[in-house]
């Protein structure tokens, strides 16, 4: 089974830094499913990656994601307060499926 | 627009049973990969399973959590999906969302909530 291994698991920046997530699998992923959400309190996860590097309808162009085989990133280009929460990638190309632990960013 | 509203959470005793609902709108879902996930309270996102498009005759798979207990099944004339739990126990107390995969990009619903408890 694919375990994914997110880093760091906490983070704490300020509004307009710039941030990478990293997402990685313990095998190499043979499909490009992967994708990443980010969820705030009461609400349901909100898709912003899809196939590793595709955005999300309705995602701002400050979200991008890259990477192949075991190792992933999210990175968001410069950071506004809508974007603290907590951060999970998933694969979701082979069975069972798989989410990362999640990381929590925080404003500073 | 695509929408999945899930629909039958509720407060169930441990050992008992519960179905939960997943209507699908905008998509023809028997042509689609469907999941059930669930998040417990404070906790991150577990996958409980798996339905395969009907082309691929509905083929299940579930999380070891939930293996024997859990069924998933579809009803194409409701354009639904169905998520059977039995022997309920209280660590299964979670929110359960249901995704639907079309061309490799996840839609989710918003979720319905399952209390095990005595």
């Known amino acids: 089974d694919i375990v994914l291994t997110q880093s760091p698991g906490t983070l704490s920046l300020s509004p307009g830094e710039r941030v990478t997530l990293s997402c990685r699998a313990s095998?190499?992923?043979?499909?490009?499913?992967l994708a990443w959400y980010h969820q705030k309190p009461g609400q349901a996860p909100r898709l912003l990656i899809y196939d590793a590097s595709s955005t999300a309808t309705g995602i701002p162009d400050r979200f991008s994601g890259s990477g192949s085989g075991t190792d992933f990133t999210l990175t968001i280009s410069r950071l506004e307060s809508e974007d603290f929460a907590v951060y999970y990638c998933?694969?979701?190309?082979?069975?069972?499926?798989?989410f990362g632990q999640g990381t929590n960013l925080e404003i500073k | 627009e695509v929408q999945l509203v899930e629909s039958g959470g509720g407060l169930v005793h441990p050992g008992g049973s519960l179905r939960v609902s997943c209507a699908a709108s905008?998509?023809?879902?028997?042509?689609?990969?469907m999941d059930w996930v669930r998040q417990a309270p404070g906790k991150g996102l577990e996958w409980v399973g798996r339905?395969?498009?009907?082309?691929?005759?509905?083929?299940?798979d579930y999380a070891a959590s939930v293996q024997g207990r859990f069924s998933i099944s579809r009803d194409e004339s409701k354009n639904s999906l169905h998520l059977q739990m039995n022997n309920l126990k209280t660590e299964d107390t979670a929110l359960y969302y249901c995704?639907?995969?079309?061309?490799?990009?996840?839609?989710w619903g918003q979720g319905t909530l399952v209390t095990v408890s005595s």
């Open positions: 998933q694969q979701y190309g082979v069975s069972p499926i798989a």
């Open positions: 339905t395969k498009e009907k082309i691929n005759r509905y083929t299940t």
């Open positions: 095998q190499s992923l043979t499909t490009k499913n």
């Open positions: 905008g998509l023809s879902s028997s042509d689609h990969e």
């Open positions: 995704v639907a995969y079309i061309e490799g990009y996840p839609y």
